[in-house]
C-alpha cells in the first residue's frame, strides 16, 4: 500500500512528458520570435506585406510559422549569415579605425621625438593620451 503523499506525485512518464511539451513550447516560441525577427528585418519587403504576415502570425501563429517557414525559410538563413558578415566587418573596420589612429599618432611623436622636435616626457604623454583614446 503506498504513502498517502507519495499517491499525488505523477508517475515518471507524465514527467518526461511536461518536459517534453515544455520543450517543445519553448522551441516553438523561439521559431515564432525568429520569424517576426526575419519578416521586419528584411528589406525587399514593404508596409501592407509585412503588416499581413504580423496579423497572420498574431492570429493564427501556428499555421502562420509553417507557411512563413515553407515560403521564405531558404532565405531566412542566408540574410542572417549576411546580417551577422556584415556586423563582423563593421567591428572590424571600427577596430582598425581605432588602433589605426593610436598607433598612427604614437608613430607620428617618435618620428618627432626621434628628430628632437619634442622631448621624452612631451612623447610619453602624446602615448598615454594616445592610448587612453
Do not use: C
Not at 14 to 20: A, I, K, R, S
Not at 88 to 111: C, D, F, T
Request: without cysteine; hydrophobic residues 55%; neutral net charge.
Amino acid at each position: 500500500m503506498p504513502l498517502p503523499i507519495a499517491a499525488d506525485y505523477p508517475s515518471f512518464l507524465q514527467v518526461l512528458w511536461t518536459m517534453l511539451m515544455f520543450f517543445l513550447f519553448v522551441a516553438w516560441i523561439w521559431v515564432l520570435i525568429s520569424v517576426f525577427m526575419d519578416l521586419f528585418r528584411r528589406q525587399d519587403h514593404h508596409g501592407w506585406f509585412k503588416a499581413f504576415w504580423a496579423l497572420f502570425l498574431i492570429f493564427i501563429p501556428f499555421l502562420g510559422v509553417l507557411v512563413y517557414l515553407i515560403a521564405y525559410g531558404h532565405g531566412m538563413a542566408e540574410r542572417n549569415a549576411k546580417d551577422i558578415k556584415q556586423a563582423q566587418q563593421a567591428q572590424e573596420a571600427y577596430i582598425r579605425n581605432v588602433a589605426g589612429g593610436s598607433a598612427a599618432e604614437i608613430a607620428h611623436a617618435k618620428e618627432l621625438l626621434d628628430a628632437g622636435t619634442i622631448t621624452q616626457a612631451e612623447f610619453d604623454q602624446i602615448k598615454a593620451k594616445a592610448l587612453a583614446s
